[in-house]
């Protein structure tokens, strides 16, 4: 997977804004191709889980609170150097630094609400796919 693939979610706030019909548009028109996508709602025990790394930062309890608010779509993408060029495109992680046109400007709200995750390297996203889909659910 590392190279070719990395691993995105939807958010909550842009869930229940109804962007996420126009955020998968822009991914796919951007040249990633949806490989495993599923809209499912994390607990706190999972998004504390998947956000682990975070833990003990200012922020972990927050994060977790939000990312357990709501539902989000969790995606499989691939394209040829997916996690660099999905971060391009992607933005900054606090919208009103991101470039125009880029989906966190967007269609995020603050540096938490920011409208999607993405996979910060190969290895990462080998693992944060792997939190949310098996095997069998990959094409």
Do not use: W
Not at 43 to 48: I, L, M, R, V
Not at 72 to 88: H, P
């Amino acid at each position: 997977m590392a190279g070719n693939q990395t691993f995105t979610m939807i958010k909550p706030t842009a869930f229940r804004k109804n962007y996420a019909g126009s955020i998968i548009q822009l991914i796919t028109a951007a040249g990633f191709r949806i490989r495993a996508m599923k809209l499912t709602r994390l607990t706190a025990a999972q998004a504390g889980a998947f956000y682990a790394v975070h833990q003990g930062r200012p922020f972990f309890d927050s994060l977790v609170e939000f990312m357990s608010s709501g539902p989000i779509v969790a995606m499989v993408l691939e394209k040829e150097n997916a996690v660099e060029d999905f971060r391009t495109f992607i933005g900054a992680t606090n919208p009103a630094n991101a470039a125009e046109g880029t989906v966190r400007k967007l269609y995020g709200t603050d540096l938490q609400q920011n409208a999607v995750h993405g996979s910060d390297s190969d290895e990462n996203a080998v693992i944060e796919a792997d939190f949310f889909f098996s095997k069998l659910e990959r094409y």
